[in-house]
Structure formats: C-alpha cells, structure tokens
C-alpha cells in the first residue's frame, strides 16, 4: 500500500492507527516493523500507538511491543548479528565526526595527498554521496568524473580498510553494509525478514538507494509493505533521497493499493492556493491537490524590499509590531531562509530589536567538547581497543602522558601489531618511557580497569556519575572555565548525558553499556531532538527551509524570494530535476504557515561588497498564476503584480499581491 499524505494531513496518525489495527486483529506487536527517519519521530509513533493499543487496560512495560525504529538503528541491530561475516568485530564503534575525520585525513596522508587538492571534510562527503549509492570501493575508480573524485576513488579503499582493522564503521557504512549483507548473504536477508509479518516506512520519498534495497530486502517474501509519504516533500536529493522511490511504487509492487490524503488540518485556504499553484509546475507527481478543511484566511503578502537590510529590517519591524498586539508570542513565528548564510542580517535586527530568538540548527548538543571526551571514556570502559577514543582521553584530564608519550605508544603498537591499550601493560619497556611517564601510563590503566570490574551490575546513569567522578572530569572543567556562566553551561551537559542514561535504562530491554554507546552514536546525525529543545523557548525561529520540514507555525516569513537564492544558484546550471526539487522546498516553505505567509524579496543585494540588482523568483510568479508574464520578462523584474517599489523608493502602481516596505536609507539613530 502507498499512502500519499499531503503536507498537514496527519499522516503520523495513519501509520500508528494501522499498527495498532493490525495488533488488534491478532498480529503479534512483536512481528510489526515501522521505519522512520528520526527518533523523535520514532518515539512519537511508539508513544501513540501505545495509547492506542491500552483501550483502558493497562499494559505491562515489559510485554512485546512493535518495533518501531529509524533506519539507522534497525541497521545496528542487524550488524550486531551479522557483521562478523564481513569480517568485522561484533563489538563495532560507530565512530563520530572527529573520528571519520581523523580517519579521512590519514587515508588521504597514505596517498600522499594533502589539503590543498582533497580535504578530509570533501573526501568523506563524496564517500558518503557513493555509500548511499551502494558503490564499492572497486566500484568508484570506474564512475570518478573529476579530478577530486579520482583521489576520493583511491582514498575509498585506504579509509575503509583503516575503519575495519580498527573495529569501527561510520554512520553510512551501517546501512551500506547492512545492505552488503543482504546482497552477498541470501540467508541473513531471509533470517532477519522473517522476524516481522508487516513492514511499515514513513517519509518513503527521503529513502536513498541503500534503504530502497533494505526495505525491499525485508518485505520481498511476504509483500506486506505500507509506504507513507509525499513526494511534492521530497527535499533531500542532496543526501541521497531518490524521489523515483515513491513515484514508482506501482512498478516495484504492482499489486499495491494507493490512497490519497488531501484533506489538510495546518493551513488556511488562502495558504494553500499558493502552494497548489506552485507544485503544479512539477510535472513528475503523483497527482493530488490539498484541500483546506479551514476556509478562507488572509491572502498571502508579496514584500519588496531596496536592499537585503531593508529586508531584514522589515520583516523584524513587522514581528516587532505584532507582538504588541494582545496574545502576540514570540514562539508563533518563524523566517524561514533559502542559505545558511541569509540569516546574519536578521540576527542583527533581532539583537538591535531585543526580540528573542533562537537559530534552529547550530552546533550540535553531540559536537561539544565536554561531551564527547564522557562518551570517549564510556567507550573505553566497553571497548579499551577503541584507538580514537582511547587517544583521545589518555591524557584529558592532564595527567602527565604527554604528546610525545602517546607517539612512543603508537609507535610501539605499530611496531608489534597491536593496539596502543595491549601495549600499556609493558609500557615502560616496549617505549622506554621516563619514570614519570611511565608511572603516569600505568595510573590510567589501573583506572579504567577499576571502571571496567565496576561497570558490570551498575546501571547507566551510575556508571556514568562514577566516570565524571573517578576520572577528575570536574576538576578540569573548574580549571579551564573560571567564568560561573560557561562552567554551568558545560556541567549542564554532562548532566544531559547522566540523563540520557537514565532514560535508557527505563526504556531498555536489556539494558547494557554498548546498547547505550549506540543509542546516543545514532544521536548525533539526527537533529530532530536538538531542534524540538531549541523551540520549546518562547522565540522567533530562524531557520533553512530545509530545518523547517515537519515544523508549522502560525505566521511564516519566507525571505530572499530571488532566482539564484531560491531557487539556488546551483539548480539553474542544471533546470529540470534540480529546479523541481527546489520547487518542492518552496511548497514545503509555504505549507509551514497555519494563519499568515509572508514573502519576502530584496530588490539589490550585495554580492562581493557590490550592489547588484535582483530577479524575483520564478516561483513568485508560479504561485500567483502569474508564470507566463515572468516568462515573458526573460530575466528581467517586472512588478509581481504592482504595489512594490522601486529602488529609489518611489511607489509603484498598486496592484492585489505584492506590499510595499522598507526605505532607502536605514535611517538610525
């Protein structure tokens, strides 16, 4: 079955009221499957089912329940079972980001190429953009086209032979080689497809080619799949998404049943109008039309603004105003922008304006450094064979096991084959260490192997207070944050990982220190979580269209309506595919608004410190029914409908779409 859920159709609530239908007509829970791509929308799915399924009764937390999970970590369960036949340890790490650079960067040293042709941070985007495609290291050489892939073809091998004599896999390689297994091992396919009777994906126009072939991997024997999405959605080619997925489900699963959700819950009539006259203009569609089940609402606004500060100073001015008015909430609005870098000017407005505000999408709560040293040494405690990790934390906090210890150590493990862990033993011999040194190295092993008899029975959030504790953690963060304010920022987030720990506990099974390592290591890829606590302030969201998806908000504002911004500049080298999809970002865009949309363009903006003059986007046109008059134009402004200005500032003639705004000079105080 395909399920075609328009933007605001509850097509969470179809998913979860189909599990628990096919639980209550006799499917044991344990044999469902659902599959989603974040854990916030995992757990949200758990959540509701479960309410569904209590019907009055209270259920017992310990009965079976349906598995319901995102790809990433349906895949780490499968490796957990099966890897070993790649040639991999069972007891893996999924390395993080630093890891996969460090890993990246020696690969690339191997080939003796440097920075200056092929970063770490290249090399891994391309590997990542092949796993996804399902290609092999001996694959890569033959479909190379520039000279950075070639080097990227030659490091393929370097990188993932570095990965696999160290244990360890990247967050690509766990549906990359769960899809291998698959393919090379008939009977594991068959072993882990005849765990479940039903088979359920979500957002199925986000799957890649490595998650096309794992669903299709699962549901071959049996056929009972149901696919929910919408492929006027599907905005993330550039990670791999293939919205042919959703577009030829007829052709894979000729017997399957399409039903249609149009009817949408989010946005006003008015709202929609748009956005069903925009998403026409993409003519590979499934074809469907949302209808409103709230009538009427304001149109939405066209806004031209001089320049990009005029923009930002409008659109600000506009929130300023409304939240004067009764009930105005800061968290009922969103700016929601095409670039990373399009936000700047409206942080400043926001700063001058002493509105709050929040940046959706900053670093990650997983990235900061306190917390990654923690998870450093959880994973020594699981796996002291972990190199990364354990390099990383040998000397963190300070303990006299400086830089040129740890090279005699990599040395001495290089020389014997080893490990730099199995070397600390004979430390004093094997590197012919200062006394210092050397009592310093045995000091850190005696410690984690305390942690490690002590490890055994604790549960999560004990063993992890006892790491932060026995490890002088605390200590350090005193000494290096003297500022109160930045000290309980960082103390905060270990408390966080203690937290989480206590979470995993409750919720786990069979709670275990590895099962925890993977729990938090799919955390750092999924954003979901951090974006849902960065919202829960009351502030103005300001955010990439790409952030926004799966968001709504009352009133929207979606600036730097210009070709080249949106759609990206990148698209128009290409049209046809790369134009569609960005089409599908501004539906996405518009169908974010509950009450109010507001568009936003500059007339000039600055490229390289010089004014230029911009062109609306096409997609203002589109969803004005005005296409044929922008086609008309050949690339030159024409008035969207009137009522803008020019770029002296003199009013044009007014007409029904577009609002006037902003000044020619800024005019500050």
Partial sequence: MLVLAGAGTGKTRVVTHRIAELIRRGTPPERILAVTFTRKAAGEMQQRAGVLLKSGRKRKSKSPKPQISTFHSLC???????????????????????DQESEARAALREIRVGDGALRPGDLLAILGGWKMRSIHPGQAASIAESDREHL????????????????????????????????????VRREEAGRFDH????????????????????????????????????????????????????????????????????????????ANCLIRFNRQRHDKVLRAARGGG??????????????????????????????????????????????????????????????????????????????????VIDYPRDEPALL?????????????????????????????????????????????????VQAFRAMVEQLQEQADGLPMDRLVRLAIDRTGYLRQLEATYPDPLERETRLASLEEIVNAAASYQQEAAEPSLRGFLDDIALGPRDDSDDKESQLKRNAIALMTLHSAKGLEFPQVYMVGMEEGILPHKRSLETEGAAIDEERRLCYVGVTRAEERLTLSLALSRRKWGKSRDTIPSRFLYEMTGQAESGRRAGGKRTDLGGNGKTRSGKPRQAGPH????????????
């Fill in 199 to 274: 088979v359920m994906v979500d957002e199925y126009q986000d799957t890649n080619a490595s998650q096309y072939h794992i669903v299709k991997g699962l549901a071959m024997g049996h056929r009972n799949l149901c696919v929910v999405g919408d492929d006027d959605q599907s905005i993330y080619g550039w990670r791999g998404a293939e919205v042919e997925h959703i577009l030829k489900f007829r052709h894979d699963w000729p017997e399957a049943k399409v039903v249609r959700l149009e009817d949408n819950y989010r946005s006003t009539e008015a709202i929609l109008g748009y």
């Fill in 152 to 187: 990227a073809a030659a490091a393929y091998r370097r990188y993932q032979s570095n990965l696999k004599a160290k244990g360890m896999v990247d967050f690509d390689d766990l549906l990359y080689l769960t899809e291998t297994l698959f393919a090379k091992y008939p009977a």
């Fill in 298 to 379: 304001q149109r939405p606004r066209i806004l031209q603004l001089p320049d990009e500060a005029a923009e930002a100073e409008r659109v600000v001015a506009d929130i300023q105003r409304q939240l004067t008015m009764p009930g105005g909430q800061a968290g009922d609005f969103a700016i929601l922008c095409r670039t990373n870098e399009q936000p700047r000017s409206f942080e400043t407005e926001l700063r001058r304006a002493n509105l709050p505000y929040v940046l959706v999408g900053g670093m990650s709560f997983f990235d900061r450094r306190e917390v990654r040293d923690l998870l450093s040494y959880l994973k």
């Fill in 76 to 98: 780490v369960r499968v490796l957990r079972r099966h890897i070993g036949r790649l040639g991999y340890p069972e007891r893996f790490t999924i390395c993080d980001r630093g």
């Fill in 392 to 440: 990383r934390i040998i000397n963190t906090p300070a303990r006299g096991i400086g830089n040129s210890t740890v090279k005699s150590l990599l040395a001495a493990a290089t020389r014997s084959g080893s490990t730099v862990w199995e070397i600390l033993p004979d430390a004093a011999r094997a590197c012919e260490l200062p006394a210092t040194a050397a009592k310093a």
């Fill in 658 to 669: 577009a609002k006037t705004g902003g000044r020619k000079s800024r005019g500050r105080k």
